[in-house]
């Protein structure tokens, strides 16, 4: 039997809680933005990786370079620390349908996904928590270190807030039903770990009073259902002051959309993709053809209008 394995794309930081705060996407016009992952049982009894897909091109051309293998090793490292070690190794195809370096969360929809397939395939061996656990240490491998960002709303779905403490990694927050995404990607890749490596390893102390100020506000406002209050408190002292220069274009597209009335505007992950939140499906279907027509540079850049993704990775299909 098989099973094919779908992990939406995801917004880390939403540029108010570096690190500690995610969203899950789902475009609104049904489309799928997102990994996806099928696993089935060897039939040579070696483990196999096929990579398809719009962004294949830009992978490790050997697929024992590729984070699916390290999840699949880390997988049966773990089935063995339990005493399972008669296993039937499996064959796995990934669709590579976000780019690398997007700042959509593209390794983490690849590593969420193949440990949600793994887990599937060999009986569910793993808990929630024990799972993101492995997923968090897979995504600190590529980037530099651990952050769930990107892997909590990815598996989870929604908008997460990392607690990171023994079993409660991370737990949902509510969100704004009339809240619109634009999210545009222009074509471009920033890795990760550069830009992480060219923020300040030090903040003034107004920077962390502001940060703290407006991620509380945040939080408050998600609670009490006030959705203007909580995007006006989408403000980031942290990264995009030193990441946006690596964006061309993103001072004028931010004020193009605040012009054009979003509620906010940031960058996703470490760019150079970028989100805007309106309440009007209307304006956010306009914001989407400006980004179409101003922001994306090529032909490999996109842009969706989305809403958040309440159910996180799931199985699409089965097969017999
Ligand atoms: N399945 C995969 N998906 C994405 N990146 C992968 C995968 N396997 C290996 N990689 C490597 O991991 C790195 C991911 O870079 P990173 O900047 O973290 O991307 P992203 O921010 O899109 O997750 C790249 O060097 C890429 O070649
Ligand atoms: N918190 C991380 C998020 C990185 O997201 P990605 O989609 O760019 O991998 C960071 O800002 O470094």
Not at 39 to 44: C, Q, R
Not at 210 to 218: A, E, K, M, Q
Not at 293 to 312: E, K, P, W, Y
């Amino acid at each position: 039997m098989g099973l094919n394995v779908y992990a939406p794309a995801s917004i880390g930081n939403l540029s108010v809680g570096f690190d500690i705060l995610g969203a899950a996407l789902s475009p609104i016009d049904g489309s799928l933005l997102g990994d996806s992952v099928s696993i089935e049982s060897s039939t040579t009894g070696d483990f196999s990786l096929q990579c398809v897909g719009r962004f294949v091109d830009k992978l490790p051309a050997d697929p024992k370079q590729n984070i699916i293998y390290d999840c699949y090793l880390a997988f049966r490292k773990a089935m063995a620390d339990m005493g399972r070690t008669d296993e039937v190794a499996v064959s796995m195809v990934l669709e590579k349908h976000l780019p690398i370096g997007s700042g959509l969360g593209s390794s983490a929809s690849s590593i969420v996904a193949a440990f949600y397939a793994l887990n599937e395939h060999y009986g569910k061996p793993f808990s929630e928590a024990q799972l993101l656990a492995m997923m968090g240490e897979l995504e600190g491998q590529i980037s530099g270190s651990i952050h769930y960002d990107n892997v909590a709303p990815c598996y989870l779905g929604g908008i997460q807030l990392m607690l990171e403490r023994d079993g409660r990694i991370s737990e949902s927050l509510p969100v704004i039903e009339d809240w619109y995404f634009v999210s545009a990607y222009p074509g471009i890749s920033i890795s990760t770990a550069e830009a992480r490596s060219i923020l300040p390893n030090h903040y003034s102390r107004a920077d962390i009073i502001d940060h703290g100020r407006y991620l509380g506000t945040f939080i408050h406002a998600l609670y009490r259902g006030d959705g203007q209050l909580a995007a006006e408190s989408i403000r980031d002292v942290v990264a995009e002051p030193y990441r946006k220069q690596l964006i061309p274009g993103f001072d004028a597209m931010r004020e193009q959309m605040m012009a054009d009335g979003a509620l906010a505007v940031g960058i996703s992950g470490s760019g150079p993709s970028v989100f805007v939140i309106t309440d009007s499906k209307e304006k956010a279907e306009q914001m989407h053809q400006w980004m179409q027509a101003n922001f994306i540079q090529n032909d490999r850049g996109f842009s969706h209008v989305c809403q958040i993704d309440t159910l996180g990775t799931r199985v699409l299909e089965e097969t017999a």
